[in-house]
T-cell receptor, first 116, second 110 residues
Framework: AQSVAQPEDQVNVAEGNPLTVKCTYS??????LFWYVQYPNRGLQFLLK??????LVKGSYGFEAEFNKSQTSFHLKKPSALVSDSALYFC??????????????FGSGTQLTVLP | DTEVTQTPKHLVMGMTNKKSLKCEQH?????MYWYKQKAKKPPELMFV???????INESVPSRFSPECPNSSLLNLHLHALQPEDSALYLC?????????FGPGTRLTVL
């Protein structure tokens, strides 16, 4: 069975500082990895994905994520945080098997707060 | 049109009521989903429709009944719900493995 771990429930960072939101995964075969962001009372919004290719993936709003196969990690990063980045972030993995394994498995979420 | 829309935004219903949630997308996506999300928790998959046919039901109680009238529409019919069913209900469609989520319907069951 596939799984995702987001070890930090809460991450606080000062505006202008770099931010990292951590994610590790477990899946059979090559993973499809995703980051989504959710603002209060809204649906989830796609940020970026890794399927194959360059280990550094660039996404929306200046976010990027680095795929590390040996550490089974896919941490989300941004060089300079904005107050408007404050939101709930979900990492997700999808396997390549059929049926339910092709569905997204979400991590528990990390609440990012950027302090002015 | 590059979004998923959901109506209503908010819904309050009693345990004996019957109501429906509606979802619409015009991106040509052939897979559509219903998720349930509790506060500060990840979304939980309920149903998957592929090419207008129900392909996955994640053991959802029968008081939730999905319907896919056509490739752009997805409904979720609700009947005899329980207070613990109160949650944000999210619809999504997908292309190239990416889920596009609607803003959700905030459901409160009294």
């Amino acid at each position: 069975a596939q799984s995702v771990a987001q070890p930090e429930d809460q991450v606080n960072v000062a505006e202008g500082n770099p931010l990292t939101v951590k994610c590790t995964y477990s899946v059979s075969g090559n993973p499809y990895l995703f980051w989504y962001v959710q603002y209060p009372n809204r649906g989830l919004q796609f940020l970026l994905k890794y399927i194959t290719g360059d280990n550094l993936v660039k996404g929306s709003y200046g976010f990027e994520a680095e795929f590390n196969k040996s550490q089974t990690s896919f941490h989300l990063k941004k060089p300079s945080a904005l107050v408007s980045d404050s939101a709930l972030y979900f990492c997700a993995v999808r396997g390549i098997s059929s049926g339910s394994a092709r569905q997204l498995t979400f991590g528990s979420g990390t609440q990012l707060t950027v302090l002015p | 049109d590059t979004e998923v829309t959901q109506t209503p935004k908010h819904l309050v219903m009693g345990m004996t009521n019957k109501k429906s949630l509606k979802c619409e997308q015009h991106m040509g996506h052939r897979a559509m989903y219903w998720y349930k999300q509790k506060a500060k928790k990840p979304p939980e998959l309920m149903f998957v429709y592929s090419y207008e046919k129900l392909s996955i039901n994640e053991s959802v109680p029968s008081r939730f009944s999905p319907e896919c009238p056509n490739s752009s529409l997805l409904n979720l019919h609700l009947h005899a719900l329980q207070p613990e069913d109160s949650a944000l209900y999210l619809c999504a469609s997908s292309q190239d493995s990416v889920r596009f989520f609607g803003p959700g319907t905030r459901l409160t069951v009294l």
